[in-house]
């Protein structure tokens, strides 16, 4: 059985998307501020998060205000993956989703002050898309912030 990513669109304080990778009996996790991109032209910032428990990836509601990460949570794509290479400050994948698919990669900032941000980045491959547009499936919550 392959293992599995979901992406969360996240309405929080600030509109974000968390991407996570099954790895290890845990989903890694990276707050994506700007989305995922089917563009190789386009590097997103990628900063790390706790793992979370399996059973989170199929999680949508809404996580009640004064608790972390408070607002709503709808899984914005998700579907199998397959490691490619994975080594200190590097991990290559290709995602099987429904929006999301071919060869990505996460790799690591070295400058960065805290060893928690990384970059997201479409490879160049045949479902590389130059121009692609993220897109919503929920609407922006009266008052919300969008990502930066």
Do not use: C
Request: charged share 30%.
């Amino acid at each position: 059985m392959s293992p599995r990513f979901v992406v969360h669109e996240h309405h929080a304080s600030r509109l974000h998307f968390d991407f996570r990778l099954e790895m290890e009996g845990a989903l890694r996790s990276w707050a994506v501020p700007k989305g995922p991109s089917m563009d190789p032209g386009e590097k997103r910032l990628a900063v790390e998060v706790e793992d979370h428990p399996l059973e989170y990836g199929d999680f949508e509601g809404i996580i009640p205000e004064g608790e972390y990460g408070a607002g709503r949570v709808v899984i914005w794509d998700g579907g199998d993956y397959r490691l490619l290479e994975q080594i200190e400050d590097k991990i290559i994948f290709s995602l099987e989703g429904n929006k999301l698919r071919g060869n990505f990669a996460l790799v690591r900032l070295r400058k960065s002050k805290t060893g928690k941000d990384w970059l997201l980045i479409k490879q160049k491959d045949k479902h590389a898309f130059p121009g692609w547009k993220l897109s919503l499936v929920l609407p922006p919550a009266e008052g919300e912030r969008p990502a930066e």
